[in-house]
């Protein structure tokens, strides 16, 4: 079962900056948190992942609380090719690093 | 590079037939995982495989389905008898550590 829980749509408009949150509040010291989207009829891509320290991407940055309870994707500055299914999700490298997708969450850009 | 690839993209069948699903990791990925998605839905993990052999099928939903890697690269996901209930788009996935890399997916729809 997924260890995550995500809020099921958002919008954003165009240009500004998309904040997706997410929590994860049984994550152990191992995992790590890792967020993929997946756009109609295509596999899940990677966007970016972190285990205690905030971290940045060409694509996005990923901010952990101190508690490591819960997260937040950035996009900052949206654009409309951003419309997809964004899932957050926790996993732990050294049992395997199986995925337990939820149901992530569908973010409209807006024009 | 190449991607991870899947074959075919699409297949149909009737219930009761049996199926076989393709999936090329990328070269050199030891791990190797096969994940189910039903509509509107988050994709399921079914099947890990660390090299040749199948480190965790504890997601396998039933002894229908089964799955081998022989040469630790190419993988087959093997479903007998199948049901309508097995329709769903199948993903594959390969990794050399933190980050899956995810194939187009086979929608698989049994009449």
């Known amino acids: 079962d997924a260890k995550t829980t995500q809020p099921p749509s958002m919008d954003c408009a165009e240009g500004r900056a998309a904040n997706l949150p997410c929590n994860h509040s049984?994550?152990?010291?191992?995992?790590?948190v890792y967020w993929y989207r997946q756009i109609h009829s295509q596999g899940p891509q990677y966007i970016i992942h972190g285990l205690k320290n905030n971290e940045t991407n060409e694509m996005a940055s990923l901010i952990i609380t101190e508690d490591r309870k819960s997260s937040t994707l950035i996009l900052p500055h949206a654009t409309l090719r951003d419309t997809a299914v964004y899932y957050c999700?926790?996993?732990?490298?050294?049992?395997?690093?199986?995925?337990?997708f939820g149901t992530g969450t569908s973010l409209t850009v807006i024009p | 590079g190449a991607g991870v690839s899947q074959t075919p993209s699409n297949k149909v069948t009737e219930k009761g037939k049996y199926v076989e699903l393709r999936c090329d990791p990328i070269?050199?990925?030891?791990?190797l995982y096969w994940y189910r998605q039903s509509l509107g839905q988050g994709p399921e993990f079914l099947i890990y495989?660390?090299?040749?052999?199948?480190?965790?099928d504890s997601g396998l939903p039933n002894d229908r389905f089964f799955a081998v890697r022989p040469e630790g690269s190419v993988s087959t996901l093997k479903i007998q008898r199948t049901e309508r209930g097995d329709s769903a788009v199948y993903l594959c996935?390969?990794?050399?550590?933190?980050?899956?890399?995810f194939g187009p997916g086979t929608r698989l729809t049994v009449l």
């Open positions: 996935a390969s990794s050399l550590g933190n980050e899956q890399f």
């Open positions: 049984t994550i152990s010291g191992n995992e790590y």
């Open positions: 999700i926790v996993s732990d490298l050294n049992t395997g690093n199986q995925f337990y």
């Open positions: 495989f660390q090299g040749t052999g199948a480190a965790d």
């Open positions: 070269s050199g990925h030891t791990a």
